[in-house]
């Protein structure tokens, strides 16, 4: 069974640091995209940053230039550094990952995370 399980959420002043991580788990055959999504409350699921297995990065206009995203992939881990952060950034953090494996005859799908909280004050 595939699981995703993330770390590193917690409560930062503004302009603090963290640093999120995404370890991957179980039967994998291969990973493709990895990436990281948010959920405020009140507000839908958005997409916060995406690295491929191999190439460009991606992110949201919100996160460019204090966000990065990295992955290390002998360790089948995601990570996701935030700097500058704001109090607008206080979301539930998910994990997402495109991954093949012998359980789904090594189609492709998406696994999600349990999602870790951050919390930005002012």
């Known amino acids: 069974q595939v699981q995703l399980v993330e770390s590193g959420g917690g409560l930062v002043q503004a302009g603090g640091s963290l640093r999120l991580s995404c370890a991957a788990s179980?039967?994998?055959?291969?990973?493709?995209?990895m990436g990281w999504y948010r959920q405020a409350p009140g507000k839908q699921r958005e997409l916060v940053a995406t690295i491929p297995s191999n190439g460009s990065t991606n992110y949201a206009d919100s996160v460019k230039g204090r966000f990065t995203i990295s992955r290390d992939n002998a360790k089948n881990t995601v990570y996701l550094q935030m700097n500058s952060l704001k109090p607008e950034d206080t979301a539930v953090y998910y994990c997402?990952?495109?991954?093949?494996?012998?359980?789904?005859?090594?189609?492709?799908?998406?696994?999600w995370g349990q999602g870790t909280q951050v919390t930005v004050s002012s």
């Open positions: 179980g039967s994998i055959f291969r990973i493709n995209a």
């Open positions: 997402n990952a495109e991954i093949a494996a012998p359980t789904t005859l090594f189609r492709p799908r998406d696994y």
